[in-house]
């Protein structure tokens, strides 16, 4: 069931952002590394630079000792030996921070150690140019050969700083290869990267935008629609309640808390609250379905009784459904209905109709043997009376004879109103099954009962074609000789009858006032006579049990024929209408359901 | 001579009726035995007695104290020695309820009471005359109830 709007674009955003943060993190490390790698770059240059420089001043020391070594053995003035005897200072404070320097480098500090060697033994040769060249000890092939060695120490110990000098070089131009090779990212890459993240978030913002205007949107409904459903239960006389069976809490509609009597969110309902409100009677079969419903997951409609804390009793019809929503989660809904007024109705109703059926029962009794147990003394009479033979009659006087004739005529007049009455009860109370049938043959048995008549009364009969319809047969027959019948009873004097018989289909809707419109098509049949007719005023009465509009001295009859025609009729949920132009003719026109 | 002659028995509470039908017998000559019983007991114990000879044809009233004449009908129907008896049913009342029913219980004439004794004269000597075994042959709903043309 798809009870909460469904946005697609959440899972997608997800992703969206998932990629975009990822992106701008491997952008960043990138940038954190080239960072680090700048700053380590720096420092081996700044390494490099100052073991150069150190290694020049080495170099300058023992340079300036060498040059003031010349001038004080050329001038012999003690000043210029002044940068010599700082010399050996100055080289020890280099060779100390060259030796942190190169703390790392094995390589180095063996060619620094060496570089030491070769300084201390210049040293030793200075001292040893010194002591010759001093007028007390002058040696001159000594001196020369310790100038000549100063020399070449001096050549060794150059060529030693520059190699020093090249290996820090070559250590550099390694570094920075490694390096190149290490930034592998050009520029031009991580800025399609980060605009590639940008567009990307520019996206799910833009998604997020729309989503949030739908949901403002589906909000907007939902208000609506909460709002209509808190007015409807009001009007409707329902309420809901959902049961999350999760957390165990249960929600009521404002109107549940109405129909139990209280005032909205007048308290926290519970599981048991609501059994508190169910009727003792009813309590078990309330918690039956309660159980039952988790169980099968619907619950059909269950009746009980309620009482309210005043302790008037309404009648409740409750049914649920159990949902599992999309995160899992299982929540009951349930509708209840107040049906008390319905339910009150409904016992009356069905009162009454006990009632209507109890005395429908007496009537078609009384009617039955009241026309049954009036036959037997009637027939005896008639008997009795045939059974005064013509021999018994010579011997009577005019007027007995008289007498006995009105006896005659009376009673047959009774046992017509007697059949007629019985007939009429009969077609009210046995059983009507309706039967497909052939509406022409139901014709021509009726005009089979009538032969006699028609051959008396020299009557033509025309009859179009009837359709075939479920009927009541032995009903329609009747239906068919009393209107046939009638227009041969109520025939002009000395005009042949001449009676018309035509059918059509119709459509209710034609007929608005007339017919059931539920039903769509009606067979029209007309039975059209050259009778004597009728006065219109009496188009309807005519229908009316016992209502004639002759005396019965000039037609017999008892005033039954056409209201069992109007029942016959309304037996097959039709109508019956007349018409009539006096002394012209009469239309009887019958409407039966397709 | 007694024995030749047809034996009917009638069912039938009315004195009135039991008239009727008596004179309507002699009175159309036909050598026939009558006999009489008063209501529905009174009948099952005529037939279920040995001694007495089992009528030819049993004209029984539907209407009819202690034992209605549909009871008695049922029961006749039910009994092995009785079953065969032609029964004509001979009541005031013409419901197609009571035609139908008596039909379906086996049956083989219903005779509407006439209220004129010369057509009781009439139904009588038809339905003493009638060849019993073709009418039953060809018993159906339309002859069921007797019609005089």
Redesign the interface.
Known sequence: MKWIPNFNSSNSLRVIFVVAVFILLFLSSIAYKHNRDLDESSKVVMHTYEINIQLERLMSAIKDAETGQRGYIITRNARFLTPYIYSRDKVNTSFIKLKKLTADNPKQQQNLQKLFKLIIQRFVSFENCLKYSDPKTYDKRKLDNHMFGGRILMENIRFQVDEMNDIEKNYLANRLKIYDAEISLSPIFSISLFLVALSFILLAYRQISRDFERLKVYNKKLLISSGLIAESEVIGKFSTWQWDLDTSKIDYSDNQYRLLGYEPNAFVPEKETFLNFVHPDDKETVAKSMEEIISKKQLPFVYYKIVLPNHDIRYFKTTGKLLTDQQGSKILLGINFDITDEHLLNIELQERNSELEKSNKELASFN?VAS?DL??P???I??FV??ISDADKEVMSQSARDYIAKIQIS?KRM?VLIDDL?LFS?TNT?KKEFIKSNLNELLENAKGELTEVIDEKKATITTSKLPKLAVIP?QIEQLFINLIGNSLKYSQPNIAPEITIESHKVNSSDYPELLDQNVKKFHKITFTDNGMGFDPQFKETIFVLFQRLHSKTDYPGTGIGLAICKKIVDNHKGHIIADSTPNQGSVFTIFLPD | MQNNALYILLADDDEDDRLFFNDAFEEIKIQTKVDFVHDGMQLMEHLMDTNNKLPDILFLDLNMPKKTGKECLIEIKKTEHLKNIIIAIYSTSSSEEDIEDTFIQGANIYIKKPSDFNTLKKIINEVVTVNWHYHTSGLNRDNFLLRLK
């Open positions: 039955h049954h036959q037997e009637l027939r005896k008639q008997t045939s059974r009673a046992r019985l009969r046995t032995y």
